[in-house]
């Protein structure tokens, strides 16, 4: 109930699969739906980045798909490198074209195709939108990092 009334509350979650798989589907409704929902297996000596909606084959090769959860595994993959500048433009340019309403995709109610809206999301990534200019969802390590780096040059300062 927790969750569903203050998902934020929430930071990282550890559960068997049958219940992860139940309280991804919950998440997912909570945010959108599964056309939104990245996922993320990380274990000691490898990680997986995946879609949660699986394969779509009802909608393969039609260009209608929402490719907002495979770009933002790509957003966790990136993260999960440590590169979180290239991850934070992505996640940046993914979350202006959702809120701009402009190039949706069925599932968002828009009419966009999947490359109509992937191409927004590449002229805004061009336009050098990051993630982290405070309107957008910035990673919480991405964010460590920063203050880290900030704790250290007033260290040494």
Known sequence: MKLAMDPESCDIMVMPNLYGDIVSDLCAGLIGGLGLTASGNIGTDAAVFEAVHGTAPDI???????????????????????????????????????????????????AATTTQFTDSVIKRMEKGIKA??????????????????SEEAKATA
């Open 60 to 110: 393969a090769g039609k260009n209608i798909a929402n490719p907002t959860a495979l770009l933002l595994s790509a957003c966790m993959m990136l993260d999960h490198m440590e590169l979180y500048q290239y991850g934070d433009k992505i996640r940046g340019a993914i979350f202006e074209t959702i809120q701009k309403r402009d190039n949706l995709t069925r599932d968002l109610k828009g």
């Open 132 to 149: 982290n200019d405070k309107t957008y969802y910035s990673s919480s390590k991405a964010e460590k990092a920063d203050n880290k780096k």
